[in-house]
């Protein structure tokens, strides 16, 4: 039997690495939710989508389809938004990270997408990371993680990541980005950012991806135990 992975937790504190880690290692499917919240943003950008008017938020979902394909040669998948290949875009592009906060705090936005994630998870077998996945998307998850980092390690591994895609920015630039979108993701109403009464916490600001990989993979191969008990 397959179980659900249910991946929460701060920006930039590796949950999407570790996602993917798991579910190749698991043969399962994995969803990088912040990829549709991303894609979203960037549509509403192109369109200039007035946040304010629910009717122009409407339509503009009404227009939007988001899909995943294999990337070539490395783990994971690449984001397409009406067909176009928008992965580099969502993940370099300053004005997403500073728009897409707002956008993903439309209830909106959130059942348009929620659904969709929902859909993913219909035959189990599936690593999905996220804000509100052990929360709202899938509260029945087997194993839910809620993962957490000091800020400023954070900030200086997304600015490692950022330069390595070309990008110019500096510490301070990523540092408070990031720490506004983690205040605006724990404060809106609707779903926000918190941890699930069952999740398990991980701290890995002292940890290197391979000891997280392994901390996570014991607890995963406990719970397919009980669920294939
Ligand atoms: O994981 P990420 O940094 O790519 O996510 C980008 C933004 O999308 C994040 O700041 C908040 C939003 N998001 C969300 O509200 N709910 C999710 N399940 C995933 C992301």
């Known amino acids: 039997m397959k179980i659900i992975v249910a991946i929460d937790g701060f920006s930039s504190c590796g949950k999407s690495t570790l996602a993917k880690q798991l579910a190749t ?23 200039q989508v007035d946040l304010f008017h629910p009717d122009q938020v ?3 979902l009404s227009n939007i389809a988001i899909e995943f394909k294999p990337s070539h040669g490395k783990p994971g998948q690449e984001t397409y938004l009406n067909g176009e290949n928008i992965e580099h875009e969502i993940r370099v592009n300053p004005r997403i990270a500073s728009a897409v906060s707002d956008i993903s705090a439309l209830s909106d936005v959130r059942r348009f997408l929620v659904k969709q994630q929902q859909a993913y998870g219909n035959n189990k077998g599936i690593v999905m990371d996220g804000r509100d996945i052990g929360t709202v998307v899938f509260p029945q998850a087997e194993l839910k993680l809620f993962i957490t980092a000091d800020s400023k390690v954070r900030a200086q591994r997304r600015l490692e990541e950022l330069i390595e895609k070309g990008q110019s920015t500096t510490f301070e630039e990523v540092l408070a980005n990031l720490e506004k979108r983690d205040y605006i993701d724990s404060h809106r109403e609707d779903s926000p950012l918190m941890q699930a009464k069952d999740a398990i916490v991980l701290d890995n600001s002292c940890m290197t991806k391979e000891e997280q990989f392994d901390w996570v993979m014991k607890l995963i191969n406990q719970k397919l135990a009980q669920a294939n008990g």
């Open 25 to 47: 290692e698991l043969g399962y499917s994995y969803v990088d939710t912040g990829a549709m919240y991303r894609a979203v943003t960037l549509y509403f950008i192109r369109n």
């Open 58 to 60: 409407l339509n503009a």
